[in-house]
């Protein structure tokens, strides 16, 4: 099959919210590799789960996006967890300038997706564990360069714990980049 049309069947498998499927396609055609059997199925669990939140939620950052636009970000951001970035997609293009609603530059922020869901599962699995390690504080860490804008320096600052109200992308970033701040479990 070709990548074009790889691209096309994902897409179409996404829009009908059939994760299970468009892991499969992933995994069929060579894009998702595992070294046994058991860790391929602990992946693809992963990768079903991760989509499932990535569609079912949107991060604050991007609440001012219209819904239209935000439905064609998350199926580059599908697209992207599932076939990798190195290769350039073939039935979307991202827009020029910046994201309607938002200051972020429209190549990025597909990427608000990806680390808004990546965000949620790795709460879930904390909050999962969260009885076999009391006393786990999250911090928040930045992308370190100069691009980090002020709300995410001082998000940094803070130490929160499991069911505080927070999130990632930081909903008062101001990056041009967006937000690329991710969490850290600390124990101070
Ligand atoms: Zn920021």
Redesign the pocket.
């Known amino acids: 099959m070709d990548r074009k049309t790889l691209e096309r069947l994902i897409v179409e498998a996404l829009q009908k919210t059939n994760f299970t499927r468009a892991v499969d396609l992933a995994f069929t055609y060579g894009y998702r590799t595992a070294p046994s059997i058991a860790s391929g199925l602990e992946m693809w669990t992963r990768d079903v789960r991760f989509l499932e939140l990535m569609f079912g939620n949107t991060p604050w950052l991007l609440a001012a996006v219209p819904q239209d636009v935000q439905g064609q970000l998350r199926l580059i951001a599908g697209l992207w967890h599932l076939l990798g970035k190195q290769e350039a997609l073939q039935i979307v293009r991202l827009a020029n300038g910046h994201l309607p609603g938002t200051h972020i530059g429209s190549h990025w922020a597909p990427d608000m997706f990806l680390r808004h869901a990546e965000f949620l599962a790795m709460m879930e699995t904390l909050r999962e564990r969260a009885a076999q390690r009391p006393g786990l504080r999250l911090a928040i860490r ?1 992308a370190g360069d100069d691009f ?2 002020q ?2 320096r001082q998000m940094a600052k803070m130490r929160y714990k499991l069911h505080d109200d927070f999130e990632l992308p ?1 909903p008062l ?3 041009k980049m967006g ?3 991710h969490i850290h479990p600390t124990i101070y």
């Open positions: 930045t980090v804008c709300a995410c930081n970033c101001t990056c937000c690329r701040c």
